[in-house]
């Protein structure tokens, strides 16, 4: 297909599995009435070898971007953005009294002010990143998403549906834009998480098998000796594991030779050639004592309460500058039913430096204009009290922000009502965050399809919206 004479990028599935039989119905096609039955089969599913030579290439987007690559921040289990970045006088002024749901208003605990040339407010929860770059920060207040539970909401964020299984945010990008190193995996995801969706959160779904993300670790844990896994094997030497590669890949080719086309069998075709030239460079990125002690006490490696994610910051860093298109962090333990005083605190001091010092790095190693930086939980939390000083789930209304990668600067878009219960102005969802997402990185959401089962699949299936408003 073409759009303006320039191919669009829109990929199409094989068909259903094939019998390995003398006369499969390819074969059929092909023999009977001269072919002709193959050649309209050929137009319908645009199958050539060509398109599938190399999916990871670099791919050309629909226009010019204004991010070459993104980095997701993703804060799971839902920050309260009434007390991070939503500041509610008239909610502080009610503290005590019954709210809309009968239950008793809760003020916040910490001290708001308005910071940087922008003016834009904050609480003091986060000094560092608030105080050194709260003029980068595009702070949209008006989020909302369409389940409150954290098994659809966290999926839904990361796929754009919790109802079925679909490929997720950076394996949608990574097809759409192909990968900038060879020796890499395109999208990256570090310490995800084991439930809530779990792999779903960074698979590819029916896109082709390389698409999908490379894990490191599981969230929860330590990332200090975290490894991408299966690079190497404890149970093989190099050379017995050089063969049991090439078996395993003559063995897929002569597999894809009989099916012809089949983007799933070259999809893994290309996965195991990545894997195999990723043994030899992926350690030295993953190997942070490269780093000057500048650089990680910078970061807070080695901190007490900085270190697992002062690393993962870095390593963020570490694999966007070596040309890894999507890279995604998780943070844990944000679902404050209780102890909201303590935990969000202890949230926030793990966190700020580490951002804050990313940021910083991404400008002084000139990334950070083609980089666009996301924060955000699958939803935030409500006004009101529960369980001493906790917060329900709340995906009516809830606060992210966004940094570089052509948005704009020290710049505050949309609100939630008065006690920050749902948002009333300029409402954002999250499918319109996804399409504005993959508008700054050059695509267009309605035109990045993939066909699968007999229809066109996107990221934003028949929703979303550009919102120009945040885009610099």
Not at 175 to 198: H, M, R
Not at 325 to 339: G, K, S
Request: glycine share 10%; proline share 5%.
């Amino acid at each position: 297909m073409l759009f303006n004479g320039k191919p669009i990028r829109t990929m199409q599935n094989s068909p259903g599995t094939m019998q390995e039989s003398p006369l499969s119905r390819r074969h059929l096609l092909k023999s009977s009435a001269c072919g002709f039955g193959y050649l309209a089969f050929a137009g319908l599913t645009s199958e050539s070898r060509a398109d599938y030579t190399d999916p990871l290439a670099p791919q050309t987007p629909h226009f010019v971007p204004r991010a070459k690559r993104v980095i997701m921040l993703f804060m799971d289990g839902g920050p309260s953005h009434m007390d991070l970045f939503d500041y509610k006088p008239q909610l502080n002024k009610d503290h005590g009294k019954k709210g809309r749901k009968k239950a008793t208003l809760y003020g916040t605990p910490w001290r708001f002010q308005q910071h940087g040339e922008s003016g834009q407010w904050a609480s003091e929860l986060l000094p560092q990143l608030v105080e050194q770059h709260i003029d980068d920060m595009c702070i949209v207040k008006s989020m909302h998403a369409d389940s409150s539970s954290h098994p659809f909401a966290v999926p839904f964020f990361h796929t754009g549906s919790f109802q079925f299984t679909r490929p997720s945010v950076g394996s949608w990008m990574l097809y759409g834009l192909g990968s900038e190193n060879a020796s890499l995996p395109g999208f990256v995801t570090i310490n995800p998480s084991k439930d809530l969706g779990g792999p779903q959160n960074f698979g590819s779904a029916f896109l082709p098998q390389c698409y999908q993300g490379t894990r490191i670790g599981w969230m929860g844990q330590s990332v200090r000796n975290a490894e991408i896994a299966n690079l190497n094997s404890d149970f093989l030497a190099a050379g017995q594991r050089r063969e049991q590669m090439n078996l395993l890949q003559s063995l897929n080719r002569e597999l894809l030779q009989r099916r012809e086309v089949d983007p799933q069998v070259e999809g893994v075709i290309n996965s195991l050639e990545l894997g195999r030239r990723m043994q030899d460079v992926a350690p030295s990125v993953l190997d942070l004592s490269r780093e000057s002690k500048q650089t990680l006490d910078m970061y807070g490696v080695e901190g007490k309460d900085t270190d697992n994610f002062g690393r993962m910051c870095l390593m963020a860093r570490r694999f966007s500058e070596a040309g890894v298109r999507f890279v995604q962090l998780t943070h844990t333990n944000w679902d404050q039913h209780r102890q909201l005083t303590p935990t969000l605190a202890k949230n926030s001091r793990e966190t700020d430096q580490p951002i804050a010092a990313l940021l910083t790095d991404l400008k002084q190693r000139g990334l950070f204009e083609d980089t666009l930086v996301i924060w955000s939980g699958e939803f935030g939390r409500q006004p009101e009290i529960e369980s001493g000083d906790g917060r329900s789930h709340n995906a009516d209304g809830f606060t992210l922000w966004m940094a570089g990668g052509g948005v704009k600067r020290g710049f505050s878009y949309g609100a939630t009502d008065e006690y920050g219960y749902k948002a009333v102005e300029n409402k954002v969802h999250l499918h319109d965050l996804h399409a504005t997402v993959l508008h700054l990185l050059g695509l267009d959401h309605k035109r990045l399809t993939y066909r699968y089962s007999g229809r066109d699949f996107r990221l934003t299936d028949v929703h979303g919206r550009v919102i120009s408003d945040l885009i610099a």
